[in-house]
């Protein structure tokens, strides 16, 4: 106990390892015991942080800032929101997304047991194709992409959280999401749906 600092124990605002992803990892499973990591994210007004499935991981989040609204349990399942203070389970082998339909930056705490999450987030730096199909393979996650992209509709969502996909032509500069434009059409339904929230986001702006 003596060995310890303040600075082992003591994590700033501002501290933290930023990933390729929009979460930034404050604290890694391997300082603590392999049990769980803790990691900020945040979801910017009118995005999605798209549907999933952990098999492994349990997860639970602290909203700092914002409201967010959440669907569990996917189609007809349980959907409810929760704002600045509010703790929200995401337990394992239960299919969750949650959206930002707020003016201003929703931001979180979130923890997760294992490592599993943490390898995920590590993934996007190989590309997003190789992040989501590395979890799939690898990780025991699963993504519902139709249901995203039903959700990103109904509520006229423009962007995806987490992914930190500023520009759809990032994704077409990846092979792998180029084969899957080739053989998957839930994929390319959904690159349609960015691309045109793209095009009108642009006329906005060049029209008077």
């Known amino acids: 106990m003596n060995s310890l600092s303040a600075n082992d124990l003591v994590i700033q605002p501002g ?14 499973t391997k300082r603590l015991g392999g049990h769980f990591s803790v990691m900020e994210g945040e979801v910017r007004p009118r995005e999605l942080l798209a549907f999933h499935t952990h098999a492994n991981e349990d997860q639970h989040m602290y909203i700092i800032a914002g409201e967010l609204h959440f669907e569990v349990g996917g189609a007809g399942g349980l959907r409810f929101t929760a704002g600045a203070g509010c703790h929200v389970l ?82 077409l500069r990846d092979p792998k999401f180029r084969e899957a434009l080739r053989t998957d059409k ?19 702006e060049l029209l008077p």
Do not use: C
């Open 15 to 28: 501290q933290g390892e930023k990933t390729a992803s929009d979460m930034k990892i404050v604290v890694r």
């Open 90 to 171: 995401k337990p394992r082998g239960i299919t969750h997304g949650f959206w930002n339909l707020g003016d201003k930056v929703a931001r979180y705490v979130e923890t997760s047991t294992q490592d599993g999450f943490e390898r995920f987030v590590d993934g996007r730096k190989e590309g997003l194709m190789s992040m989501v199909g590395g979890a799939t393979e690898n990780l025991g996650m699963s993504f519902e992409t139709a249901r995203a992209l039903e959700v990103m509709k109904e509520f006229e969502l423009t962007g995806l959280a987490g992914a930190n996909i500023s520009n759809p032509e990032e994704l």
């Open 186 to 204: 839930t994929t390319r339904e959904f690159f349609a749906y960015l691309g045109g929230v793209k095009v009108k986001q642009f006329l906005r």
